[in-house]
């Protein structure tokens, strides 16, 4: 087995997942915890990973997602798009817990078309993990009229979603109802794989970097 390197930390508002890397970033074992919304994240991150410090000593940590906002551990500024992978990792929040070296990810700010602002850090990728696997998804979005959300951003992506066939949506009440008694068969018809295409990862980056980006991005 590889030598461990770091700890890697996906910690959003209700769970903590955590990674045990090795130098080149594979995956040698996996914890998990509490949210970032609980209080006391220094206590509680290093309970998590006792086990690990018995075994490896005490290794860096490198923290994304609601850990880095005004109900996480620290709060740490949005960095505005279009940003390079070395300007996110520049802009960690780095610090010390405990004798450990801890730096934790900004999240990601840009304005679309009309100019309202959107945000980004991290919890909605895990909806990848879901399709991966095959295993069923029911989201019910929020709705402006209903005083749940600013705009119906998320009407238009849950049926964007429904179109692709990746994810099931129920669009009022009694909608949900009949789709949760049927859950078991609501299995995503699409199934993606661990990595997404080339061509998508290449515009994606382009993007985030402020590049011109190709037409015919594959869905």
Same mark, same amino acid.
């Given at each position: 087995m590889s030598e461990a390197a770091?700890?890697?930390?996906?910690?959003?508002?209700?769970?903590?997942?955590?990674?045990?890397?090795?130098?080149a970033g594979n995956v %040698?074992?996996?914890g998990a915890g509490e949210g970032a919304s609980v209080p006391d994240c220094a206590g509680r991150f290093a309970a998590a /990973?006792?086990?690990?410090?018995?075994?490896h000593g005490f290794l860096p940590a490198v923290l994304a997602g609601m850990v880095g906002s005004s109900i996480g551990?620290?709060?740490?500024?949005?960095?505005?798009?279009?940003? &390079?992978?070395?300007?996110?990792?520049?802009s960690a929040l780095r610090f010390e817990s405990q004798g450990r070296a801890i730096a934790i990810l900004p999240g990601l700010s840009c304005r679309g078309?009309?100019?309202?602002?959107?945000?980004?850090?991290?919890e909605e990728t895990q909806?990848?993990?879901?399709?991966?696997?095959?295993?069923?998804?029911?989201?019910?979005?929020r709705r402006a009229?209903?005083?749940?959300?600013?705009?119906?951003?998320? %009407?238009?992506?849950?049926?964007?979603?429904?179109?692709?066939?990746s994810v099931s949506a129920a669009f009022d009440e009694a909608e949900l109802h009949a789709k949760l008694d049927t859950l078991d068969r609501l299995a995503a018809r699409? &199934? /993606?794989?661990r990595y997404a295409p080339g061509p998508f990862i290449a515009a994606l980056r382009a993007f985030i970097a402020g590049e011109p980006v190709a037409d015919g991005i594959p869905q």
């Open positions: 770091f700890i890697a930390g996906d910690w959003g508002t209700s769970r903590l997942r955590l990674y045990l890397c090795d130098p %040698l074992a996996r /990973i006792v086990g690990w410090d018995k075994a551990w620290r709060e740490v500024p949005y960095l505005k798009c279009p940003a &390079r992978p070395e300007a996110i990792a520049a078309k009309t100019g309202a602002p959107d945000v980004l850090r991290g909806i990848l993990g879901a399709l991966e696997m095959g295993r069923p998804l029911l989201v019910m979005p009229a209903l005083g749940e959300h600013r705009n119906d951003h998320q %009407l238009a992506t849950a049926r964007r979603f429904a179109e692709l066939g699409n &199934r /993606i794989g």
